[in-house]
Structures are given as C-alpha cells and as structure tokens.
C-alpha cells in the first residue's frame, strides 16, 4: 500500500501564490504516475496536473502557465501561481501505482482563494 499525505492549504488573496506537498510512504517503488485534483462545492472532482514517474507533466487548462507540478514519486509538489477565487478546492494527492494500476487519495488540503 501507499500512504499519501498533503499539506500546504490554506488561505490566499487573488493573484497570491500557495505550494502544496504530497508526502508518499509505504511502497513508493510501484508508483508509475503522480497527479493532483481539486473538488470545489458542488462540483465534481478534477484532474488539475499530473506527472510520470518519467517526467512528463499534463496540465488542465484552467490551470496551464499558473501551476507547476513537480516533484519524485515519494515528494510531489503543486506550485500555485496566479491564484483565482475560482480555484478555491479541497486538493488531492493522487498516485498510480503498477500493482494492478491501483491507485491511492490523500486526505485533501483546503485552499481557498479570497478575492
């Protein structure tokens, strides 16, 4: 199993900045793919960027040239740039491991964007 702990939320004015942390432990080796989402109230949970073991990143495009993903498989980092009251979301940590293509959650760190 792995264990994922985020950390980081918190409150920011509009156009401020926030970096979020994901701690992973436990059988780090079999995560191929690390992704964060957000899920803001009422609405459905979205993927916002995720990264290869490889290095390869993907960003939704709401969030294209303002978050950066980064990070190795067992520290994953979202920096938050740019921020906007519609960003405001409980965030994810997300990974996929190759046992079976399981995946694991994080608990979510809150991060809400005061305009």
């Known amino acids: 199993q792995v264990q994922l702990v985020e950390s980081g939320g918190g409150l920011v004015q509009a156009g401020g900045s926030r970096r979020l942390s994901c701690a992973a432990s436990g059988r780090i080796f079999s995560i191929y793919a690390m992704r964060w989402y957000r899920q803001a109230p009422g609405r459905q949970r979205e993927l916002v960027a995720s990264?290869?073991?490889?290095?390869s990143t993907n960003y939704a495009d709401s969030v294209e040239g303002r978050f950066t993903i980064s990070g190795t498989i067992d520290h994953v980092y979202l920096e938050m740039n740019s921020l906007k009251p519609e960003d405001t979301a409980v965030y994810y940590c997300n990974v996929l491991t190759t046992v079976q293509n399981q995946e694991y959650w994080g608990q979510g760190t809150q991060v809400t964007v005061s305009s």
């Open positions: 990264m290869t073991r490889a290095g």
